[in-house]
């Protein structure tokens, strides 16, 4: 039995070891189509836009890596975080500075519409019982089928994906920022 064993091994092992493909390499094809009118150049716009969307996936991935982390006030850690220190860390991780405090923040950008909200944009909310002033942000991660999607830190279930569409939040809802 145990010769066996040994010789099946040896087996396979010297199979594993004998076996090597050749490479061969094709001359690389070239194909030709023609065009009935010129291209376009890509305008300017266009060019900015793509690489403010680019920041933002590079920011939203930052902040996606602490989902799941429980809620700290004053958190900017994977231990702990906060809604504001979420934003923060995720803008600094991208060489962005901005103010710590969600009220704070609401100050910085440039208000919009919700219906102009794209990726790497913030939704400042009134969650306080007396309402008096913003103190919960979060960052828009997606928008499809005219849903908005944000990542935030809540006191309940830390750091989560949220819709605009549930309820709490669309009654909490003051202005959207564009940081970008």
């Known amino acids: 039995m145990h010769k066996k064993f040994l010789l099946l091994?040896?087996?396979?092992?010297?199979?594993?070891?004998?076996?090597?493909?050749?490479?061969?390499?094709?001359?690389?094809?070239?194909?030709?189509?023609?065009?009935?009118q010129p291209l376009e150049t890509t305008p300017r716009i266009r060019k900015k836009k793509t690489k403010e969307?680019?920041?933002a996936d590079e920011i939203i991935n930052i902040a996606l890596q602490f989902t799941g982390t429980r809620y700290k006030f004053g958190g900017t850690t994977r231990k702990g975080m906060d809604c504001s220190g979420l934003v923060y860390v995720a803008l600094l991780e991208n060489n962005i500075s901005f103010p710590r405090a969600s009220y704070q923040m609401a100050t910085e950008g440039k208000k919009i519409n919700l219906s102009q909200v794209q990726k790497g944009d913030l939704l400042f909310f009134k969650t306080g019982r007396k309402g008096k002033r913003i103190?919960?942000?979060?960052?828009?991660?997606?928008?499809?089928?005219?849903?908005?999607?944000?990542?935030?830190?809540?006191?309940?279930?830390?750091?989560?994906?949220?819709?605009?569409?549930?309820?709490?939040?669309?009654?909490s809802f003051v202005k959207a920022n564009r940081i970008l």
């Open 9 to 36: 091994v040896l087996t396979i092992s010297l199979t594993n070891c004998v076996v090597k493909k050749k490479t061969t390499y094709a001359k690389a094809k070239t194909v030709t189509i023609e065009a009935d």
């Open 135 to 171: 103190n919960h942000v979060g960052l828009v991660v997606s928008i499809a089928d005219d849903e908005i999607k944000f990542i935030h830190a809540t006191t309940s279930r830390g750091v989560i994906v949220s819709s605009l569409r549930e309820g709490y939040w669309s009654n």
């Open 53 to 55: 969307l680019e920041k």
